[in-house]
């Protein structure tokens, strides 16, 4: 049975950091290219950033050039989401994905996801 468990959200300043994590289990994990996607109240789930199975390759939402960094571990099946300099617009359940093959920016796309964890940035 596949897993995907996100955690490091919460509730933090603007201009502030976290770093989200996702782990998985239950697939190999190096197959699967990962993605991260939020949805705020009231919008569609859309597309942050994405990393292909051997991390060598990245991909980002503009809203997250600059800012967002997408990275992964294969050793401990974790992929993370470092975000700095975060906004109020930033604010949204972010959730991890799975795919085998390559990273997509479409929710349909992917095969697996976390439950979401919530991030809330203040003004």
């Known amino acids: 049975q596949v897993q995907l468990v996100e955690s490091g959200g919460g509730l933090v300043q603007a201009g502030g950091s976290l770093r989200l994590s996702c782990a998985a289990s239950g697939l190999t994990f190096s197959t699967y290219a990962m993605g991260w996607f939020r949805q705020a109240p009231g919008k569609e789930r859309e597309f942050v950033a994405g990393?292909?199975?051997?991390?060598?390759?990245?991909y980002s939402a503009n809203s997250a050039k600059g800012r967002f960094t997408i990275s992964r571990d294969n050793a401990k099946n974790t992929v993370y989401l470092q975000m700095n300099g975060l906004k109020p617009e930033d604010t949204a359940v972010y959730y991890c994905?799975?795919?085998?093959?390559?990273?997509?920016?479409?929710?349909?796309?992917?095969?697996?996801w976390g439950q979401g964890t919530q991030v809330t940035v203040s003004s």
């Open positions: 994905a799975a795919r085998r093959g390559l990273v997509t920016t479409g929710t349909l796309g992917y095969d697996y």
């Open positions: 990393v292909n199975g051997f991390g060598s390759s990245t």
